[in-house]
T-cell receptor, first 118, second 113 residues
Framework: AQTVTQSQPEMSVQEAETVTLSCTYD???????LFWYKQPPSRQMILVIR??????QNATENRFSVNFQKAAKSFSLKISDSQLGDTAMYFC???????????????FGTGTQLKVEL | DAGVIQSPRHEVTEMGQEVTLRCKPI?????LFWYRQTMMRGLELLIY????????DSGMPEDRFSAKMPNASFSTLKIQPSEPRDSAVYFC???????????FGPGTRLTVT
């Protein structure tokens, strides 16, 4: 079974600064995807970024980027130029890759509550 | 395009009553997931369907919970009888294929008194 660990329950950052959220995972699989989801106070789960394990290049989406260290089983999220709207709970998630059929379940970490301050 | 639609958004019911949560996945998506979120247990998968067929229901807590997907555009999660410990936010998510991102609905906040 896969496990996902987010060791930072809460973090804060000043507006316009950069912050990094940590995530580690444990799996015996070699093919998988990793995700970061954001859950603002509206409680809507929003996909932030995705990383395929077979890709060495780190994924980026505008101000969001990841540092994927496969050997260390580490998958951190960096938010640059933090904005007030980034205030949310951030969840790291693991998905095992299944090439046939569909519907692969996500295993979530416990989340990191990020607060962006003026 | 409309996202995943869930109804109701809020449900308050008394212990022992039947509760039915509804979900309409994104058109064209062939996989549907039901998750539950609580403070104690975080986000946990209850059940998921692929092409309307239940694939993994190992997360369903007990026989009081049941889920159906009669067609590609509709799914229900039923709790009968409900108990206070079922109080949680229930999310539905859908995806296309095994490699697709999951898109979540707005959730249903269930309170059982």
């Amino acid at each position: 079974a896969q496990t996902v660990t987010q060791s930072q329950p809460e973090m804060s950052v000043q507006e316009a600064e950069t912050v990094t959220l940590s995530c580690t995972y444990d799996t015996s699989e070699s093919n998988y995807y990793l995700f970061w989801y954001k859950q603002p106070p509206s409680r809507q789960m929003i996909l932030v970024i995705r990383q395929e394990a077979y890709k060495q290049q780190n994924a980026t989406e505008n101000r969001f980027s990841v540092n994927f260290q496969k050997a260390a089983k580490s998958f951190s999220l960096k938010i640059s130029d933090s904005q007030l709207g980034d205030t949310a709970m951030y969840f790291c998630a693991f998905m095992k890759l299944i090439l046939t059929g569909g519907g692969n379940k996500l295993t979530f970490g416990t989340g990191t509550q990020l607060k962006v301050e003026l | 395009d409309a996202g995943v639609i869930q109804s109701p958004r809020h449900e308050v019911t008394e212990m022992g009553q039947e509760v039915t949560l509804r979900c309409k996945p994104i058109s064209g998506h062939n996989s549907l997931f039901w998750y539950r979120q609580t403070m104690m247990r975080g986000l946990e998968l209850l059940i998921y369907f692929n092409n309307n067929v239940p694939i993994d229901d190992s997360g369903m807590p007990e026989d009081r919970f049941s889920a159906k997907m009669p067609n590609a555009s509709f799914s229900t999660l039923k709790i009968q009888p409900s108990e206070p410990r079922d109080s949680a936010v229930y999310f539905c998510a859908s995806s296309f294929g095994g490699l697709g991102e999951q898109y979540f609905g707005p959730g249903t906040r269930l309170t059982v008194t």
